[in-house]
């Protein structure tokens, strides 16, 4: 697995994971999938992932979309 799948398995996660606790204990929940979102759309344009930078760190094979 390299840094691309990760983060966007991340991501997908994370927004996954919102929209439950929205639906099962608060709509405000949901702010966590707009910064996932906000977050996602920034990358694409910038290249700059916080995550992407922590798991280069901890040595996991870069990727395309985030290269070494």
Do not use: K
Not at 40 to 46: C, E, G, N, V
């Amino acid at each position: 697995m390299n840094i691309d799948r990760f983060v966007l398995g991340f991501a997908g996660t994370m927004v996954l994971i919102s929209v439950l606790l929205a639906y099962l204990v608060s709509p405000w929940w949901l702010w966590l999938a707009v910064f996932v979102g906000a977050n996602l759309l920034q990358s694409s344009f910038t290249g700059f992932c916080p995550l992407a930078r922590i798991l280069r760190r901890l040595g996991m094979h870069p990727g395309c979309a985030f290269p070494g």
